[in-house]
């Protein structure tokens, strides 16, 4: 089993950018590929952004390509999502999760889940 944390959110002006971390204990974070969803009030959890276990293949929703960048760093046991030209509507509560299969965009193929951290982003 892996423990996710994720840190880096908090408040930040329309056209600024913050960096997410997700950082694994548990179990080596090189065995599983790694997403970013997020939830905004009222709202269901959605696909951010994927990453496969060498960071080689990356997937983005629509709305943050271009945007936002995951990466990660197997030795230090950490995925990141850097954020850039954050939009209004980018105000969630963002989520990282660890799957042992496959990259992919799908929710309920992911075994893990952090706790999240929060994302505001003011007009």
């Known amino acids: 089993q892996v423990q996710l944390i994720e840190s880096g959110g908090g408040l930040v002006q329309a056209g600024g950018s913050l960096r997410l971390s997700c950082a694994a204990s548990?179990?080596?974070?090189?065995?599983?590929?790694m997403g970013w969803f997020r939830q905004a009030p009222g709202k269901e959890r959605e696909f951010v952004a994927a990453?496969?276990?060498?960071?080689?293949?990356?997937y983005y929703a629509d709305s943050v390509k271009g945007r936002f960048t995951i990466s990660r760093d197997n030795a230090k046991n950490t995925v990141y999502l850097q954020m850039n030209s954050l939009k209004p509507e980018d105000t969630a509560v963002y989520y990282c999760?660890?799957?042992?299969?496959?990259?992919?965009?799908?929710?309920?193929?992911?075994?893990?889940w952090g706790q999240g951290t929060q994302v505001t982003v003011s007009s």
């Open positions: 999760a660890a799957n042992l299969a496959v990259i992919t965009t799908l929710e309920k193929q992911y075994d893990y």
């Open positions: 990453i496969d276990r060498n960071g080689e293949i990356t």
């Open positions: 548990g179990r080596t974070l090189s065995r599983y590929a």
